[in-house]
């Protein structure tokens, strides 16, 4: 069954929904799940982002998300000039990635305190996307959701820990658990109906495995 969402397309800035609605939420999503405003972005561009992003604005889109701006933000086609004011140093390069999607890009990005992150998303086309590795971890999630990504120890007993903080207060739609080995690093994603409060967010921070913690509220 079709929504109005798929029948109208995103309110939107630029000519295409999957190289510049989508770019934009790519952008947007690197800064949130870096946590702050990155002011260092190497960004790589993949298949059909690579070939024709350029002349769909995919590159003033990418940046303007990375400045935190929306889909529909008037200031996206002035993206650069705005980044460069605002401290943001950013390249871009072509990249041969192997069986990745064709709207695809690979964000390196790093705040001002020297936190770095790698994600590498994909535009899927009606300026919806989906998270495809995180720092080289595979992961699966689009931001349709409000979406929790807890990086924490491969210990027993602490996805009880963490998904206990949550209870009574969201509804979980989708969970994903995501490690490169036993006992190492684990990413969980939690995918929810509401949204977290900043004292629920706390208090999973300060679990005794947890590493990092980063929240995505999705657009209104």
């Given amino acids: 069954m079709l929504d ?3 029948i109208l397309g995103p309110v939107m800035v630029g000519p295409s929904s999957s190289h510049t609605a989508g770019a934009v939420r790519i952008g947007k999503m690197a800064r949130t799940l870096l946590g702050a405003q ?3 972005a190497e960004i790589g561009l993949h298949g059909s982002f690579a070939e024709t992003g350029q002349g769909h604005g995919t590159d003033r889109a990418l940046v303007a998300g990375l400045l935190g701006m929306r889909p529909d933000d008037l200031d ?3 993206s650069f000039e705005i980044a460069r004011e605002q401290g943001l140093d950013f390249t871009f390069k072509v990249l041969q990635l192997r069986d990745a999607h064709p709207n695809t ?3 390196k990005v790093e705040d001002a305190s020297g936190k770095k992150l790698t994600v590498q998303a994909v535009s899927t086309g009606g300026g919806r996307i989906r998270v495809d590795k995180i720092n080289g971890v595979d ?3 689009t931001g349709a ?3 929790l990504v807890v990086r924490h120890q491969d210990v027993p007993g602490e996805l ?3 998904t206990g903080e949550l209870v009574g207060q969201v509804n979980i739609a989708n969970m994903s658990l995501f490690r490169n080995r036993r006992g190492g690093e684990v990413l969980t994603v939690i ?3 509401e949204k977290l409060k900043p004292d629920v967010l706390d208090r999973i921070g300060s679990l005794y495995a947890v590493q990092d913690v980063t929240y995505y509220e999705k657009e209104d």
């Fill in 145 to 147: 959701f409000n979406t």
């Fill in 139 to 141: 992961v699966n999630f």
């Fill in 38 to 40: 990155p002011v260092k």
């Fill in 160 to 162: 009880n820990r963490i």
């Fill in 4 to 6: 109005i969402f798929d």
């Fill in 76 to 78: 996206i086609p002035r």
């Fill in 105 to 107: 890009a690979v964000l």
């Fill in 191 to 193: 995918e929810m109906d």
